[in-house]
Structure formats: structure tokens, C-alpha cells
């Protein structure tokens, strides 16, 4: 694993700002940007919506790619990183993988519901057509810290 590039702006920062406010609203504190990789331009933001929308489908991830690709009008967006506090799904890493996304940067490991470095492993199966660059762990202990709260006060 390779480390994200350094730009002025902490994409990770507007990540988890996004899951906090998503945790306000009742929505599972999950948060995401995408970044054109070379420029640094921020192309969307999102936390989870699922509740909001009651749209099963309205995950963080999936807001931002479908929020970025309207922002360039392109079905791929090759030059871009996902930057996401939690592991991205099966689902989500599916969707990153056919957005053709340059990197994924995630921060808690998700071992139970995880589809990159847990569970279906998508980007590992031979049936994926692109594979991004993965960087785990980033910020780890304040997504973990976040989730944990978040279910905490539910249980």
C-alpha cells in the first residue's frame, strides 16, 4: 500500500465531518469525498442517507459517485480518490470499481460487512474489471471511535 498524496486540504478531515454529520441526523456516521486526483478540486461530499431516503442504496460512497459523475458528466472518473471513514461494502466497492476510481482510501477495517480487504474482497475477484488502489487504516481510531459511540446510545 502506497500513502495518499499530500494536498492542503485534508480529504480525510471532510470525510469524518460528513459521518459526524450524517451520526446527527441518525444515519450510521459514514462519510465520503471525491477528489480529482491531480488538481486536488473537490467533486462531491456525502455521509449516509439510507434512513433519510429510506433508500437501502444510499450510502455514502455511492452519493459521491453518483454526485461526481454528474459534476464531470462522465460515467468513469479515472483521474478521482474516494476518501471514505469505514470500508466500503460489497456493494460500494463494486460501484468504485466500474466508476473506474484511481484510489480508495478507507479508515476503520469493517471485518463483518467490509467487500475490500473483508468479506467478498471485490477488487481481489477475477470477475473485477478494474482494481483501485487500496490505503486502509487511515484514521482507523476515530472511525472506530465514531461507529462504537453512534451504536452505543441504540443498544
Same mark, same amino acid.
Given at each position: 500500500?502506497?500513502?495518499?498524496?499530500?494536498?492542503?486540504?485534508?480529504?480525510?478531515?471532510?470525510?469524518?465531518?460528513?459521518?459526524?454529520?450524517?451520526?446527527?441526523?441518525?444515519?450510521?456516521?459514514?462519510?465520503?469525498?471525491?477528489?480529482?486526483?491531480?488538481?486536488?478540486?473537490?467533486?462531491?461530499?456525502?455521509?449516509?442517507?439510507?434512513? $433519510?431516503?429510506? &433508500?437501502?442504496?444510499?450510502?455514502? *460512497?455511492i452519493?459521491?459517485?453518483? +454526485? #461526481? %459523475? @454528474?459534476?464531470? !458528466?462522465?460515467?468513469?472518473? $479515472?483521474?478521482c &480518490?474516494?476518501?471514505?471513514?469505514? *470500508?466500503?461494502?460489497?456493494?460500494? +466497492? #463494486? %460501484? @468504485?470499481?466500474? !466508476?473506474?476510481?484511481?484510489?480508495?482510501?478507507?479508515?476503520?477495517?469493517?471485518?463483518?460487512?467490509g467487500?475490500?480487504?473483508?468479506? #467478498?474482497?471485490?477488487?481481489?475477484?477475477a470477475?473485477?474489471?478494474?482494481?483501485?488502489?487500496?490505503?486502509?487504516?487511515?484514521?482507523?481510531?476515530?472511525?472506530?471511535?465514531?461507529?462504537?459511540?453512534?451504536f452505543?446510545?441504540?443498544?
Amino acid at each position: 500500500m502506497t500513502a495518499a498524496p499530500a494536498f492542503p486540504v485534508d480529504f480525510m478531515a471532510l470525510a469524518f465531518g460528513e459521518a459526524e454529520a450524517a451520526g446527527a441526523r441518525g444515519e450510521v456516521p459514514v462519510g465520503a469525498v471525491i477528489v480529482d486526483a491531480i488538481s486536488g478540486e473537490i467533486l462531491a461530499r456525502a455521509g449516509n442517507e439510507t434512513e $433519510a431516503r429510506s &433508500d437501502p442504496t444510499a450510502h455514502a *460512497e455511492i452519493l459521491v459517485i453518483r +454526485a #461526481a %459523475a @454528474a459534476k464531470v !458528466a462522465a460515467p468513469r472518473l $479515472a483521474g478521482c &480518490d474516494l476518501y471514505v471513514t469505514l *470500508e466500503p461494502c460489497a456493494m460500494c +466497492a #463494486a %460501484a @468504485a470499481s466500474m !466508476a473506474r476510481l484511481r484510489r480508495v482510501v478507507y479508515g476503520a477495517y469493517d471485518p463483518k460487512g467490509g467487500g475490500v480487504d473483508h468479506g #467478498a474482497r471485490i477488487f481481489a475477484q477475477a470477475t473485477c474489471h478494474h482494481r483501485p488502489e487500496v490505503v486502509g487504516g487511515v484514521g482507523a481510531s476515530r472511525a472506530e471511535a465514531l461507529l462504537k459511540d453512534f451504536f452505543a446510545v441504540r443498544r
